[in-house]
């Protein structure tokens, strides 16, 4: 974390967590809206759900937080990097929230959040140091 702050990443990061916390809010809607009104069963709900927020939170990324770092490759070719740098993240995010609500009983919405925040720095690190790589490293 020092050597995000002495960098001058820390508005790139705060960037990230700002993106972030939108795919929060598609993440959640998304998994309550399949839960509770299409019907699925929660863990099915979560994985649409979390591959949605990562696309969104791509988009996102792509168009603000990282815009001023050149784009290497094909804008599939970034997609697919990010995916699969969140994927790491998408599976711990599921472990907790799975862990969560059947080993500790909490409601399903709360065990994501948990989930969420424990991939955060995870996919900031794979995003600033592998998809979006600064000129400067």
Known sequence: MQKLLRSGEASTFLKF??????????NMGLLLALTKFVGLDYRISAIFAIEISILSNFTLNELWTFRKRPKTGSLAGRILSFNLACIIGAVINFIVLVALTEVFHLYYLLSNLFGIACTTLWNYFMSATWVWKSAER
């Open 17 to 26: 967590c700002v993106v972030g916390l939108t795919g929060v809010f598609v």
